[in-house]
């Protein structure tokens, strides 16, 4: 069911969700502080003079990557003794681990995107000699212990040391490098890494945030000639202009995370596309490391539906829909896969979903997604002394359990979850007309960009009648499973809606042609230079066909037998 939401006004429906009014929406010029970045700027400075190796230490989803990616280029710029130091997403896991700080023999370690955390790791450093300066936007642990480093920015951590502390990784790195880097275009492929990465880990977009990603979709779309040929290859496989957020969050953020999702020591490549300009290389390489990663990415996408088909079926059978959270377990899902097959089920069944599958030494490995605002960590924190190991927030989670105690743990998942669906969480929020749609979409760019604290509305249009394009149908099936149609003012696309209108096309009931009630978010479809309007449909209702014959037609039936 859906229902018109309080909000009577584009205007409103943003400030609300933003916290932010329209004159700081529409211009925000704040000098944003974060404490700490003049300290480190200082220290990289005094490296670069006495040759004092840096060791960079990321992670490997598209946040990390961008991180030493800017690093990276920072250091060059700067003409720094440093390397980049990713940890193997299925051997070693997330941040810094023994293993890397055992590598490290002297110099500086300089952490992006991890850190805040990783109290025995970096007290192992200091106790070699090593100065450790941190950079994260994590939590601190819970226990409240933070690491022995020389210096700490995380904005997250520590909000007072900070205008804003929603940023990500790569927007600290660039907020970072900013003030050294007088090399404009160079600077320019900096901030369109830090955006990438700020809608890639859907952070907040609003404050300083909303600005970075402001400027990235505009350096993309108007300056892209700036941009390392390694980023350019990238958008051009995804035939990506004139780009708004969910272009990098569907289409870049996935190709990025799907190197490492698929290969232990995956995201090295994924650095290195956004590092890479042929200028200072082999030409045609930018081309083909895209067509190598946007291969991985295919490889990931199907990996991910035959993973989706296998729990599908398992739920069917097991009659998991009754049960919260939803619990499946596919033995030989691959671990850079259960997150996503979690995510899928929780946006799907509309409630918090753990996808676990095997894990070496007689273990298995979970991961939890949420819905809405329920606590997954804190549902694990009920089932602790059940579990060899988890970690995580509110959102998501990693669980490590024994194989042998799988019924047992799912049992008491299920035992303790308190997770009650909501009534109701469709909202529209204006009911507009067909012919209304082009002038709502200027309203909308005013706003813009849009995504986490500032999603897209959902718009209602009723009474819509399909129209046929050059081949004769009002629609066209796009990747098996998709189906665009055509109407007067815009095209309309519904995703995973190809085979349900088949149905109805087969309906003799149904009118096809005619579409009664939509919902859906407005935006533009660009393709070759031309812009299309377009509806990205959230619900879908056709229109019974009526073969029965009216009352007044009835009664004027009886009057003319008479």
């Known amino acids: 069911m859906w229902k018109k939401s309080e909000f009577n006004s584009i205007k409103a429906y943003v400030e609300h969700n933003t916290g932010m009014s329209e004159a700081e929406l529409l211009n925000d010029t704040k000098n944003y502080r974060i404490q700490g970045l003049e300290k480190i700027r200082k220290r990289l400075l005094e490296a670069v003079k006495n040759h004092t190796h840096i060791t960079c230490v990321g992670d ?45 023999t002297d110099g500086l370690m300089l952490t992006a995107d991890n850190g805040i955390a990783a109290v025995d790791q970096i007290k192992a450093a200091k106790a070699k000699g090593l100065e450790v300066i941190v950079t994260d936007h994590h939590l601190a642990r819970a226990d409240g212990i933070i690491p022995e480093a020389d210096i700490i920015v995380a904005p997250e951590a520590f909000p007072e040391t900070s205008d804003f502390d929603g940023y990500c990784g790569a927007a600290i790195c660039y907020k970072l490098a900013e003030p050294l880097v007088k090399d404009e275009k160079l600077l320019q492929h900096m901030k369109v890494l830090a955006g990438i990465a700020t809608v890639a880990d859907v952070m907040p977009l609003i404050w300083d945030n909303r600005n970075i990603v402001k400027e990235m979709l505009s350096i993309i779309t108007n300056k892209s000639e700036n941009l390392r040929s390694g980023l350019k290859a990238l958008l051009l496989k995804g035939k990506i202009e004139n780009p708004v957020t969910t272009d990098i969050s569907f289409k870049i953020a996935p190709m990025l995370n799907a ?13 290195n596309a956004l590092i890479l300009d042929e200028t200072e290389g082999i030409a045609f390489q930018s ?7 946007d291969g991985i990415n295919e490889m990931r996408k199907q990996k991910t539906l035959n993973c989706l088909a296998y729990v599908e079926r398992q739920i069917v059978e097991e009659n998991l829909t009754e049960h919260n959270p939803m619990v499946v377990y596919g033995p030989e899902i691959p671990p850079g896969i259960i997150g996503l097959v979690a995510g899928k089920l929780a946006e799907k069944y509309k409630r918090p979903a753990i996808c676990f599958a095997d894990g070496p030494n ?64 469709d909202e529209y929020l204006l009911e507009i007309k067909s012919y209304e749609v082009a002038h709502i979409y200027q309203e909308l760019v005013k706003y813009a960009p849009y995504g986490e604290h500032n999603p897209m509305p959902v718009f209602k249009i009723r009474d819509i009648h399909l129209l046929p394009d050059n081949s004769g149908q009002p629609f066209r099936i796009m990747a ?68 029965e014959p009216t009352a007044f037609a009835k009664i004027l039936r009886g009057a003319c037998n008479g």
């Open 362 to 425: 007689n273990l298995i490995k979970g991961s939890a997604r949420n819905y809405v605002d329920y606590d997954i960590k804190a549902l694990l924190d009920l089932i602790a002394n059940k579990l060899v190991g988890y970690g995580g927030h509110k959102a998501a989670a990693g669980i490590t359990g024994e194989r042998s105690r799988y019924q047992e743990i799912r049992q008491a998942l299920w035992d303790k979850c308190d997770y009650e669906a909501p009534e109701n969480d």
């Open 259 to 271: 190197c490492s999702r698929m290969f232990d020591e995956g995201a090295v490549l994924a650095y």
């Open 480 to 547: 098996v499973r998709h189906i665009k149609f055509h109407s007067e003012f815009f095209n309309i696309v519904a995703f995973d809606f190809a085979e349900k209108y088949m149905a109805i096309k087969e309906n003799p009931k149904m009118d096809e042609n005619h579409i009664d009630t939509l919902y859906g978010t407005i935006g533009l479809n660009w393709y070759k230079g031309f812009a299309t309007l377009q509806i990205e449909t959230t619900g879908i209702e056709f229109r019974k066909r009526c073969n």
């Open 60 to 104: 490997y989803d598209v946040d990390g990557v961008s991180s030493m990616a800017i690093l990276s280029l920072l250091l060059k710029y700067l003409g720094a003794d440093y390397n980049i130091r990713i940890p193997k997403r299925f051997t070693e896991g997330y941040g810094l681990n023994m293993k890397i700080i055992d590598e490290i």
């Open 287 to 293: 081309a083909k490391m895209a067509v190598d990663i």
